[in-house]
């Protein structure tokens, strides 16, 4: 069965930690996304990225950064973490061959 | 701005009813266009997609209409079931596009009464 793991389901951070979330994927995709998801608003593009070290902001990128050093993991940095990141934030893969998004369960982040 | 906007932002339907969500777009370059379903706890899942050459397209209770000179299209759940209990999400891209990125609406959360 096809996968793409994040490394936890719930987080809690302080205002101006650094924070990493980490994705994985096993099914050899080109495309890794990152998207944030809050009520009302849906899923909102935050960074993707379409081959090993290449990216691309998407519609709210500021706040974050993102690092792709291989093809298989992509992962999210809130450089210095502020309450409004609070958020559920998911990953999600995709092949260069079909359209479809395989997504993550999703990580829960709570900054206080 | 929001490129493809979704409602309701929710709806409760008696169990056998059919649901109906619908989501218009303003970007007329966009070529593909699916429909996620998520369940509490999970990621979104593809339900079923079309593209903009076709009408329509079903999938078992699952039906997506699409109108390209109004630029909306929508999903119809049919016999609904106390299992399609979900939030639903619609999308768009532009597939020649790198990376292929959905921009999502909104998301609309179902509820189906027994």
């Known amino acids: 069965d096809v996968k793409v793991t994040q490394s936890s389901r719930y987080l809690v951070k302080r205002t101006g930690e650094k924070v990493f979330l980490e994705c994985v994927q096993d099914m050899d995709h080109e495309n890794m996304f990152w998207y944030r998801q809050d009520p009302g608003l849906g899923l909102r593009l935050i960074y993707f990225?379409?081959?090993?070290?290449?990216?691309e902001k998407g519609d709210i990128p500021e706040g974050y950064s993102v690092s792709r050093e291989k093809k298989e993991r992509f992962s999210l940095i809130l450089e210095s973490a502020s309450t409004n990141q609070t958020s559920m934030y998911l990953c999600?893969?995709?092949?260069?061959?079909?359209?479809?998004?395989?997504f993550g369960s999703g990580t829960r982040l709570t900054v206080v | 701005q929001q490129q493809v906007k979704q409602s309701p932002q929710s709806l409760i339907v008696q169990k056998g009813g059919i649901s109906i969500i619908n989501c218009a777009y303003e970007n007329t370059a966009f070529d593909y266009f699916p429909w996620y379903q998520q369940f509490p706890g999970k990621g979104p899942a593809l339900l079923i997609a079309i593209r903009p050459d076709v009408s329509e397209k079903k999938e078992g209770r699952f039906t997506i209409s699409f109108n390209k000179s109004a630029k909306q299209f929508s999903l119809h759940i049919m016999d609904s079931q106390p299992g399609d209990s979900a939030t639903y999400f619609c999308?768009?891209?532009?597939?020649?596009?790198?990376?292929?990125?959905?921009?999502f609406g909104g998301g609309t959360r179902v509820l189906v009464k027994p």
């Open positions: 999308a768009a891209t532009f597939t020649k596009a790198a990376g292929n990125k959905l921009t």
């Open positions: 999600a893969s995709s092949g260069d061959r079909g359209y479809g998004y395989t």
């Open positions: 990225s379409y081959d090993v070290k290449m990216k």
